[in-house]
């Protein structure tokens, strides 16, 4: 837990996510670390995460819910490593044979990590769109568009 403001903070100054309360990244810790992962400096202190947790309605699939690399990390592979390892501990701990995630359309370094990842692991990619503008309750919202890639090996 001693990392939600870390990752509270990471995501308010990426100015692109959209952020959450302080205290779901609190939760989030606590609830969804075995399917979550935090990139340290030497220091200890972290400068990226991915959280994730595994769909109650579908045990075999990893949905990545946000993905942050501090702004002085960026540009290292920092992403692409913390997706790969997330993805490799959740096949080996809890039989995950699917990756799902939404991207804004327009979001091209989130674009660009997933559909690499899905090329690096010789899975399929599929894009449809999960939300359509008209559902969101709080105004004009851009679509997001579901990411699924599979099946991976184990």
């Given at each position: ?8 903070r990471?995501?308010?100054d990426?100015k692109?996510?959209?952020?959450n309360?302080s205290y779901?990244?609190?939760l989030?810790?606590r ?10 400096d ?5 400068m990226?995460?991915?959280?994730g ?19 002085a ?5 920092l ?10 501990r ?6 995950v ?30 894009r449809e769109?999960?939300?359509?503008t008209a559902v ?12 699924r890639?599979g099946?991976?090996?184990?």
């Open positions: 837990m001693a990392d939600g403001a870390a990752l509270w990471m995501a308010k990426s692109v996510l959209d952020l309360s779901s990244y609190l989030w810790c609830d969804f670390a075995a399917t979550s992962a935090v990139a340290r030497e220091h200890g202190e972290p990226g995460f991915i959280t947790y595994v769909r109650p309605d579908s045990p075999h699939t990893l949905l990545v819910w946000q993905v942050a690399v501090d702004e990390h960026r540009g290292r592979g992403a692409a490593t913390l997706l790969d390892g997330l993805v490799a959740t096949v080996t701990e809890r039989g044979t699917t990756v799902e995630t939404t991207i804004t359309p327009g979001n091209t370094a989130s674009e660009r990590l997933f559909t690499s990842f899905a090329e690096r692991h010789g899975a399929r990619l599929e769109v999960l939300f359509d969101f309750p709080d105004g004009p919202h851009d679509p997001e568009v579901l990411y890639i099946p991976l090996a184990p």
